[in-house]
């Protein structure tokens, strides 16, 4: 049984302050639990892929089995490493040293934690149909095609031509696209949010996976404009940092090539809004659904109101 609590909009801007109250409280350990988390996704992937590989080259039905087995790879590998992380952010709130093991804390959750993976897996797939319906099949393979266009001049390290890339952009279907990620970086928050709140539910409160998601879409109902502000702000916060990294990655480029530069620019991103993302997840959980925190145990804010679920 949680109990759900009611809390103001402005909640949801406290939880992205959390999170870098967090990081700066402990900057290098939940950094290098993040590096390190990022590692083993790399090596989850790559193992992915070569069994996917492997599998294609397989008869049924052992190539449907070396699917299957490489897909819970991909699958299962995110969600432990990010799980680790939050569990690490609740140890530095509370005090306590945040260390490596703590990426093994998903291991003992792997079940509930795959059925809550599954969120993300199936928007990214909606969001894949709904890109085809508005573009097309054609008009899919066509972006593609741009795409590795200018990702070509980009690399190249020549200054690209205003009038090719011009050209390049006007053959698409600009407004259709532009419609399209509007939609994903509205929806992408929100995922954020219903995942990371429910993987909270799951490694502290044992719960299981589908009744860990109902809890999490329960309280993100019922604070859904905490939850529109925590989207804005964490939108604007990708947005900056990624333009601020990209910055700083045309002089890496100059220095050490466009891959490692591409290379260290991702992993500088995601090892810093990991910890963020894990520690706004950390205090959203124990705002919302009375985290069994000393924090917690104070009472609720006289203005909240309270359900059972």
Not at 133 to 144: K, S
Not at 256 to 268: D, F, K, T
């Amino acid at each position: 049984m949680s109990t759900i609590n009611k809390v103001p909009a402005s909640a949801g801007a406290e939880w992205l302050l959390a999170g870098f109250a967090l990081l700066k409280r402990a900057p290098v350990p939940l950094i290098t639990i993040s590096l390190s988390g990022l590692l083993v996704v790399a090596f989850g992937v790559v193992v992915a892929l070569i069994g996917l590989l492997a599998a294609s080259a397989l008869p049924f039905p052992l190539s449907f089995l070396g699917s299957l087995a490489a897909n819970l790879v991909l699958l299962g590998v995110p969600c432990i490493v990010f799980s680790g992380v939050v569990w690490a952010a609740r140890e530095v709130a509370e005090g306590r040293v945040a260390s490596l093991q703590h990426l093994q804390v998903g291991l003992r959750h792997l079940r509930p934690l795959l059925i809550v993976s599954l969120v993300p897996v199936i928007v990214t797939m909606l969001c894949g149909l709904l890109l085809i319906a508005l573009i097309g099949p054609e008009g899919a393979q066509q972006t593609n095609e741009v795409m590795l266009k200018l990702r070509e001049l980009s690399a190249s390290g020549a200054q690209p031509d205003p009038q090719q890339v011009t050209a390049l952009i006007s053959t698409l279907p600009v407004l259709r696209i532009m419609l399209w990620v509007a939609t994903a970086v509205v929806i992408t928050p929100v995922v954020i949010l219903l995942v990371m709140v429910a993987m909270a539910e799951v490694v502290f409160r044992d719960r299981g996976g589908m009744a860990a998601l109902r809890s999490s879409l329960s309280v993100n109902l019922r604070n859904f404009p905490a939850l529109v502000v925590f989207s804005v702000l964490l939108t604007i916060l990708m947005f900056v940092l990624n333009l601020a990294l990209n910055m700083v990655g045309v002089f890496i480029q100059l220095v050490l090539g466009p891959v490692i530069a591409v290379l260290l620019i991702n992993a500088a991103m995601m090892s810093s809004l990991m910890p963020i993302i894990a520690g706004a997840a950390y205090a959203a959980w124990r705002q919302m659904l009375d985290g069994d925190t000393p924090a917690s145990t104070h009472g609720s804010s006289p203005a909240s109101t309270r359900i059972e679920v």
